[in-house]
């Protein structure tokens, strides 16, 4: 991170952080109602085995959540659309693999509520995806 002597860029810095970091909030609610909503079609319309049909759904949310975070988010420019894909994907499966860390070790270990354990680990995740997107794929 680059620091400044005067005070009003380094406040431009964070404005343009926490700004960066509430459209990437919203980016992700999107991505949870297309997840859920894929899901729930393919279970329980289509009739889908329950692990493939929230395969479809994460593909599906994460697909739409790198090309909302791209344009809006990130107002990314990068034209290797597709390098930058895989890279959005890889940080969403590792964020994946986070959440169901956290999620297994607050609800199963330390036996909390499962849905306040769900509500932690989206929080974690929600910090991994957003720095790992930020550093690593529209950096």
Do not use: P
Request: glycine letters at 8%; one cysteine or more; aromatic letters at 18%.
């Amino acid at each position: 991170m680059i620091f400044y002597k005067d005070m009003k860029y380094l406040f431009v810095i964070d404005k343009l952080l926490v700004s960066k970091l509430l459209k990437f909030g919203l980016v992700g609610c999107s991505g949870m109602i297309i997840d859920f909503g894929i899901t729930y079609l393919c279970k329980e319309i289509l009739k889908l085995n329950k692990f493939l049909s929230n395969g479809i759904g994460f593909i599906i949310a994460a697909t739409s959540n790198y090309f909302l975070n791209r344009s809006w988010t990130f107002n990314s420019q990068n034209e290797e659309i597709g390098i930058q894909y895989i890279q959005f994907m890889i940080v969403s499966v590792v964020g994946l693999g986070i959440n169901s860390l956290v999620l297994y070790l607050l609800n199963e270990k330390l036996k909390w509520n499962f849905y306040f354990s769900k509500l932690i680990a989206i929080g974690v995740t929600t910090i991994w995806n957003f720095f790992a997107n930020l550093l690593f794929t529209f950096a």
